[in-house]
């Protein structure tokens, strides 16, 4: 008996929603300029760090302008495309999840594979243990 | 709410299906469309990355990227993707004040800067054909081309879209349907920008750290 009575509950809770207006925020000027500053800082610094070759370190330097990277994407996501939780009853931000956790497969996926085929298959090394 | 009261007192059969449709507005599904379709296209370019991840470093006695890339050229292309970004941000806030004319003038200002960053990359890919270093010439140039061009050709795409926005605006002016045509290219606009950040992060600076 309980079935009905959730889907029934269901349908009604989108309905709420749905009425509610189409669920996409516009931002306001205040939200795009403090994207736009952050943005700036954002792609300044790692250009900064790159060109001016101000870390000894390379890796560091690497490690560095790929967290700021990260960090942008994100501020362009808030400020831009204003995702939150809220827009589209939340299917927005779960498309966008699952988005992530694809690419984060294909990307660490396809460097892990590709690299060891690379180290293992050097034609050096296969003519080592033909002898 | 009645069905549900009715239901639990036992009194009528359970409905297992929605008994009223409910009404759709037009085009009220098309923002979550488009957002799932930018979301395939990131896939598409999450695969270009990762080609560019694994054939970036084979250079096949070729020039490597320090040889090739310009920072500052680079530095200044992602400046006005940016200030374009910004741009088409001021458009939105017109829009939803209703106001045609500074929609359009804001939509030009966002054009011109999209235009002035594929320049840059045209300037750019015609100078690297002209040394040589062609898609051809090696794994590490065939898959910055393939990366980059498609993003470069995203823009192309999105600058077509904004111009027939502007005539579309132009002549019908700021009515439902235009306006839910300027969010979807607002979003896909945004989106360039993010896949960009991922550019000239991991292709240009850390090509040149390399």
Redesign the interface.
Known sequence: MSAPITHHEGAHHEDAHHHAGGGHSHGSLKSYLIGFLLSVVLTAIPFWLVMGDVLDSRQLTGFIIVGFAAVQIVVHIIFFLHMDTRSEQGWTMMALIFTIIVVVIALSGSLWVMYHLNANTMPFHDMQQMR | ?S??TR??D?AEA???Y?TED?HHEEG?GT??GF??YL?SD??IF??L???Y??LGTSYAAGPAPKDLFD??LV?VN??ML?FS??TY??A??E??KSNGRATLVWLGITGLFGLAFLGIELYEFHHLIHIGATPQRSAFLSSFFTLVGTHGLHVTFGIIWLVTLMVQVGRFGLIEANKRRL?CLS?FW??L??IW??V???VY??G???
């Open positions: 709410m069905a549900t239901t639990m036992g359970p409905v297992f929605l409910h009220s923002l979550l957002w799932l979301m990131c896939l999450a695969c990355f990762a080609i991840g694994v920072l500052p530095a992602t400046a940016l970004s910004i941000g001021f939105m806030l829009m939803v969010m979003m945004h989106f920008d993010v950040i991922g000239f992060t991991f600076l850390l040149v750290l390399r």
